[in-house]
């Protein structure tokens, strides 16, 4: 199975590209819908209370934790770049496990998935992933779009996106970049390429696999 990493700063648009992709019958592992998950985790949980303190849960009718406030996580490491970092060590691993659980599903039905995962190049996870998908756009294009859409100050956004990797070095990093400042057509036409090229790929390592095969 060919994994395709999907990545992007703040803003730049990865959903619409995440979107197009399942709309032509692809599969997308959605890493925040991972973390999603793991906030309702026990053992996570404790680990967080245990770092964080017990404000950052929700309580169920019996007085027991039952999930993480996401609002309070982030109202403590929001202007914290330390505690934002011990953030994100502490939950990697449970994303790993996850991701490794979900990844041996989908090894059993796809010959091609998708990997969404804000983060991955400042989480180091490039590795194992056969290309990776840069989604990118004018910064100020970037920050007036997850200002509206996150109901937050220009300002706020710039400052969130001080903690990633700069736009300009995953360029650099990137297999495939989709630019994503003009329309919706203009992304999708693009997109189209970058399938397209993926797909060969896929044909030619299926080729090789037969040719080696009959030696």
């Known amino acids: 199975m060919k994994k395709i990493g999907i990545t992007g700063n703040?803003?730049?648009?990865?959903?619409?590209?995440?979107?197009?992709?399942?709309?032509?019958?692809?599969?997308?592992?959605?890493?925040?819908?991972?973390v999603a998950e793991i906030y309702y985790d026990p053992d996570?949980?404790?680990?967080?209370?245990?770092?964080f303190g017990t404000e950052i849960t929700s309580v169920?009718?019996?007085?027991?934790?039952?999930?993480?406030?996401?609002?309070?996580?982030?109202?403590?490491?929001?202007?914290?770049?330390?505690?934002?970092?011990?953030?994100?060590?502490?939950?990697?691993?449970y994303i790993r496990k996850k991701m490794d659980s979900a990844l041996a599903?989908?090894?059993?039905?796809?010959?091609?998935?998708?990997?969404?995962?804000?983060l991955?190049?400042?989480k180091d996870m490039q590795s194992g992933l056969d290309a990776v998908i840069l989604v990118y756009c004018d910064d100020n294009i970037r920050y007036k779009r997850a200002a509206q859409r996150d109901?937050?100050?220009?300002e706020d956004i710039r400052r969130i996106d001080s903690?990633?990797?700069?736009?300009?070095?995953?360029?650099?990093?990137?297999?495939?970049?989709?630019?994503?400042?003009?329309?919706?057509?203009?992304?999708?036409?693009?997109?189209?390429?970058?399938l397209k090229n993926i797909e060969n790929c896929k044909r030619q390592t299926e080729k090789k696999k037969k040719n080696s095969k009959k030696r």
């Open 120 to 122: 991955l190049y400042e």
């Open 105 to 118: 599903e989908y090894e059993k039905t796809e010959e091609i998935l998708f990997l969404d995962i804000p």
């Open 60 to 93: 169920d009718d019996s007085g027991k934790a039952a999930r993480l406030d996401k609002k309070a996580v982030a109202g403590i490491v929001f202007n914290d770049p330390a505690k934002l970092e011990l953030l994100n060590s502490t939950i990697a691993p």
């Open 44 to 51: 996570f949980i404790k680990e967080m209370t245990e770092t």
């Open 10 to 34: 703040i803003g730049s648009g990865k959903s619409q590209v995440t979107r197009y992709l399942i709309s032509r019958g692809y599969k997308v592992l959605d890493a925040d819908a991972l």
């Open 163 to 194: 903690f990633q990797m700069r736009q300009s070095e995953k360029l650099s990093l990137a297999d495939y970049k989709a630019d994503n400042s003009g329309s919706l057509d203009s992304l999708y036409a693009q997109l189209e390429e970058i």
């Open 151 to 154: 109901s937050k100050s220009e």
